[in-house]
C-alpha cells in the first residue's frame, strides 16, 4: 500500500541551527501534504499544509520565517526548523493522500520526527 | 515496534444504526490516546483524548470511547450514526512521555447511508 517516508525519525540539535524534516510519498503523487506536531498531553496541531509548486499555507500562530516547507516536486515536501530553540523540540508527523486515485482515497502519515534541541 | 491497528478499512452503515470502531496499540507501557475524524475537505479534528482517569471517554458530536488496558484497545463507539458522521476515523496513540511519538492507525473510512 502507500507509504509515507518521514525522515530523520530524530533528531537532535544545538540551540541555534536548522534542522531539516523530509516528507516523502513513495509510491503516490501528493500536491498536497501536511505538517503537525505533537506536544505531550496535548492533541495533535495542524502546523501547515504544503501545497506543490506554490505557498505553503500556515496556520494562525505558526511562524512562516521558523518553519519553512518546501514542497518542490509531487513527491516530496520539507519542513525547516531554522535558528531552533528547546521549545521547538517536539514530534513533528507529515501526511499526505494518494490523489491520483480519487479525492476520496485513504490519509497516510509518515511515522514522525522527534526534534530535540538543547 | 509500536504499532496501531484499526480493524476495519471501510465501514458502511444506515443512519441510525450503531457505531463501533476497532483500535488496538502493542505498547505496554503509558499511553495517550487519541481519535480523530476527517471530514471530507476539511483537516483533521480531534474527537476524544484519554490521558488518565476514567476509562471511558466521552467526545464530541457524541462519540465515546472506551480504554481497556488489558485488551490494549481503544474502540470508538457511537449509538446511532448520522449521514453527517461520513468521514475518516483515526485512532492514533502517544507514548514514550516527554520524548515520545505519535503513530497513527491507517484510518478507517465510514460511509452512512442515508
Known amino acids: 500500500g502507500a507509504v509515507v517516508s518521514q525522515h530523520p525519525s530524530w533528531v537532535i540539535c544545538k540551540s541555534g541551527t536548522s534542522v531539516k524534516i523530509e516528507c516523502r510519498s513513495l509510491?503516490?503523487?501528493?500536491?498536497?501534504m501536511f505538517w503537525y506536531r505533537q506536544f505531550p498531553k496535548q492533541s495533535l496541531m495542524l502546523m501547515a499544509t504544503?501545497?506543490?509548486?506554490?505557498?505553503?499555507?500556515?496556520e494562525q500562530g505558526v511562524e512562516k520565517d521558523k518553519f519553512l516547507i518546501n514542497h518542490a516536486s509531487l513527491t516530496l515536501s520539507t519542513l525547516t526548523v531554522t535558528s531552533a530553540h528547546p521549545e521547538d523540540s517536539s514530534f513533528y508527523i507529515c501526511?499526505?493522500?494518494?490523489?491520483?486515485?480519487?479525492?476520496?482515497?485513504?490519509?497516510?502519515f509518515g511515522n514522525g520526527t522527534r526534534l530535540t534541541v538543547t | 515496534a509500536q504499532s496501531v491497528s484499526q480493524h476495519n478499512h471501510h465501514v458502511i452503515l444506515s443512519e441510525a444504526a450503531s457505531l463501533e470502531l476497532g483500535c488496538n496499540y502493542s505498547?505496554?507501557?503509558?499511553?495517550?490516546l487519541f481519535w480523530y475524524v476527517q471530514y471530507p475537505g476539511q483537516h483533521l479534528q480531534l474527537l476524544l483524548k484519554y490521558f488518565s482517569g476514567d476509562p471511558l471517554v466521552k467526545g464530541i458530536k457524541g462519540f465515546e470511547a472506551e480504554f481497556i488496558k488489558s485488551k490494549f484497545s481503544f474502540n470508538l463507539r457511537k449509538p446511532s450514526v448520522q449521514w453527517s458522521d461520513t468521514a475518516e476515523y483515526f485512532c492514533a496513540v502517544y507514548y514514550g512521555g516527554s520524548q515520545g511519538n505519535l503513530i497513527f492507525g491507517k484510518g478507517t473510512k465510514l460511509s452512512v447511508k442515508p
Open positions: 501526511s499526505a493522500r494518494d490523489e491520483g486515485r480519487s479525492y476520496n482515497s485513504p490519509l497516510h
Open positions: 504544503s501545497n506543490e509548486g506554490s505557498k505553503a499555507t500556515y
Open positions: 509510491d503516490f503523487q501528493a500536491t498536497t
Open positions: 505498547y505496554g507501557g503509558t499511553v495517550n
